[in-house]
């Protein structure tokens, strides 16, 4: 079982490139998530989408743009990497268990570097 | 906005010791879930345990245990007969209800270095 897998781990890029995340889960869920990681910071969110074809705004969206292009798969796009979206990102996906609790599963992350 | 303040940015124990970590959070909601998230040097977020608000009963996961005070919204992590394996990042989150989804908002974290 894959659980959330996401690719690259790993990118540099230079200011200005552009490049997609990718994110895919096999677990049937509803909800995906895409988070950043900076330096003595938690996770905080970018982009969320709660089903296929809905996608909203996260607390940290500004410079970039997502897709969810079916059930299972959940782009982040950089349209112009700046220095400042040097992060470690990660996807998710969530579902409310049959104990009646709740648990969001993470990718392993994609550290991405902009020079 | 919702928060989540974890206010030891470092914590250290000796092996086998016990050690909490201390968690508040503030939230309008009536209905949510609480979380300990550890991160090894891997990166990989991993669930430590959950508690669900409704429930009054504080959740246990073999070493790991919480002290959930509803009231006080104040929820920290017990790690018992601490082990070199415990040394990581440690992140509580919390539920937030909106737009037809949960999301989760996380504290800046603890780091956790366990002494042999």
């Known amino acids: 079982n894959a659980g959330v897998t996401q690719t690259p781990k790993f990118q540099v890029l230079k200011t200005g490139q552009s490049m997609t995340l990718q994110c895919a889960q096999d677990m049937n869920h509803n909800s995906m998530y895409w988070y950043r990681q900076d330096p003595g910071m938690g996770l905080r969110l970018i982009y969320y989408?709660?089903?296929?074809?809905?996608?909203d705004k996260g607390e940290v969206p500004n410079g970039y743009n997502v897709s969810r292009l079916n059930k299972r798969e959940f782009s982040l796009r950089l349209e112009s990497a700046a220095p400042s979206q040097t992060s470690v990102y990660f996807c998710?996906?969530?579902?409310?268990?049959?104990?009646?609790?709740?648990?969001?599963?993470f990718g392993p992350g994609t550290r991405l570097t902009v020079t | 906005a919702q928060t989540v303040t974890q206010s030891q940015p470092e914590m250290s124990v000796q092996e086998a010791e016990t050690v909490t970590l201390s968690c508040t959070y503030d939230?309008?909601?009536?209905?949510?879930?609480l979380f300990w998230y550890k991160q090894p040097p891997s990166r990989q977020m991993i669930l430590v345990i959950r508690q669900e608000a409704y429930k009054q009963q504080n959740a246990t996961e073999n070493r790991f245990s919480v002290n959930f005070q509803k009231a006080a919204k104040s929820f920290s992590l017990k790690i018992s007969d601490s082990q070199l394996g415990d040394a990581a990042m440690y992140f509580c989150?919390?539920?937030?209800?909106?737009?037809?989804?949960?999301?989760?908002?996380f504290g800046k974290g603890t780091k956790l270095t366990v002494n042999p």
């Open positions: 989408s709660a089903s296929e074809g809905t996608t």
């Open positions: 939230t309008s909601e009536s209905d949510y879930y």
């Open positions: 998710a996906s969530s579902a409310y268990l049959t104990s009646g609790s709740y648990e969001q599963y």
């Open positions: 989150a919390s539920t937030s209800y909106q737009g037809g989804s949960e999301k989760l908002v």
